[in-house]
C-alpha cells in the first residue's frame, strides 16, 4: 500500500544542464500542441531529432491511418512535423545564447545539418515496414514488435502476471502487453503525457518523479508484487550529446528505482538505454540487482540508432 512505500526515495540524480533540457522538453511538448494534435501523443520532438518508434498509427491529426490519404495528407502531416521541429530548433537556439556564444555556434551548425535530414527521416518512416504493418494490425505504435520480439524470445510475459509500463504513451507496449497478461492479468501504465484508453489498461498521468504521482501508481499496485517493469521512455531529444545522454541515463536510473520499489523476488525488467556515457556503469550496477541481465536490440530498431534493450530477471530483493 502507498502508506507502507516512501515516495521521496525515488529521485534522480542531478544532471548537468537538466534544466536546458527540462525546459527544451516543455517547448517541443507545447509546440506540438500547437500544432493541432489533441488526440493522441508523440514522444521524442526535439530540435529536428524526432523519436519515430513512437509515432501514433491510428486515428489522429497527422492522417497517418489510411493508405487512402495518398500524397497530399502525407505533405501535411510532413509540413506540421516540419512546424513542429522549427519551433523546438528557435527555442534550442534561445537556450543557447543563454548558455553562451560557444555554445550557440555548436547548436547553430547542428541544427543545419539536421534540418537537411528530417525529410530523409520522415521518408524512412512513412515507408517503414513495421510502420505499415503496425497500421494494418491496429498497433498504437511500432514499438510493439520490439516488445513482441523480445517477449518471444525471452518467454518474458504470462498470464496473470502484473506488469507496469513507464512512459507508455502512446501505448503501444501496454496494448501488447494486455493481450499477453489474459484477463487475470493486470496492466498499469503511467506518462507525464496523456494517453488515449485501452480496454483493461488502468492509467496514471503524470511524472512519476513527484510524490504525489508516485502514490497513486502504488495505490493501484499490490505490495512487492509485480512481475514486470517495463520502460521503452526517452527524452525529448535536443541534438545535444551532453544534454541527451545522461537525461536519458537518468531516465534509465528511474525505470530500475521503481522496479527496486515494486518487484517480487524473482520479478524482471525491460529498460531502453542508448549506448554511451554511463551505459557500461549502469548495467554493472544492474546485475548487482538481477541475476540474468542481457542486452538486445530487436529488429524494429533501427541499425544505425543507439538505442539497446536492457533485460534483468530475477530480481534480487535486498
Given amino acids: 500500500m502507498a502508506g507502507n512505500h516512501d515516495a521521496r526515495q525515488v529521485v534522480p540524480r542531478p544532471v548537468e544542464h537538466r534544466a536546458v533540457a527540462d525546459a527544451l522538453y516543455e517547448r517541443a511538448a507545447g509546440s506540438f500542441g500547437q500544432a493541432g494534435e489533441q488526440r493522441f501523443a508523440v514522444l521524442g520532438i526535439g530540435c529536428g531529432s524526432l523519436d519515430l518508434d513512437q509515432f501514433v498509427v491510428g486515428q489522429g491529426a497527422l492522417g497517418l491511418t ?170 525529448a531529444l535536443s541534438g545535444i550529446d551532453a544534454v541527451d545522454q545522461p537525461r536519458t541515463m537518468d531516465l534509465a536510473e528511474l525505470a530500475l528505482d521503481m522496479a527496486a520499489r515494486v518487484l517480487k523476488p524473482g520479478g524482471g525488467a525491460l529498460i531502453k538505454l542508448f549506448q554511451g556515457a554511463g551505459f557500461e556503469a549502469l548495467v554493472r550496477s544492474t546485475r548487482r540487482q538481477f541475476g540474468k541481465v542481457k542486452l538486445i536490440k530487436p529488429t524494429a530498431s533501427r541499425a544505425r540508432s543507439a538505442e539497446m534493450y536492457m533485460l534483468a530477471k530475477d530480481y534480487r530483493l535486498v
Fill in 66 to 235: 489510411h493508405d487512402c490519404v495518398g500524397q497530399a495528407a502525407r505533405a501535411e502531416a510532413d509540413h506540421r512535423l516540419e512546424r513542429v521541429c522549427q519551433r523546438s530548433q528557435m527555442a534550442a537556439l534561445a537556450f543557447g545564447e543563454a548558455l553562451g556564444s560557444g555554445h550557440l555556434d555548436i547548436l547553430q551548425a547542428d541544427m543545419a545539418k539536421r534540418s537537411q535530414s528530417s525529410g530523409r527521416w520522415l521518408n524512412e518512416h512513412f515507408s517503414d515496414p513495421f510502420v505499415k504493418r503496425a497500421q494494418a494490425e491496429g498497433w498504437r505504435s511500432r514499438a510493439a514488435f520490439k516488445l513482441q520480439e523480445i517477449d518471444l524470445r525471452e518467454k518474458m510475459l504470462r498470464s496473470g502476471a502484473i506488469c507496469v509500463d513507464l512512459g507508455a504513451a502512446p501505448g503501444a507496449w501496454s496494448q501488447y502487453a494486455r493481450r499477453r497478461l489474459g484477463r487475470s492479468g493486470q496492466m498499469l501504465a503511467t506518462d507525464i503525457l496523456p494517453m488515449e484508453p485501452l480496454a483493461g489498461v488502468e492509467f496514471v498521468q503524470g511524472d512519476f518523479r513527484d510524490p504525489v504521482v508516485f502514490d497513486a501508481i502504488l495505490e493501484r499496485l499490490p505490495g512487492r508484487q509485480v512481475d514486470w517493469v517495463l520502460s521503452d521512455m526517452a527524452p
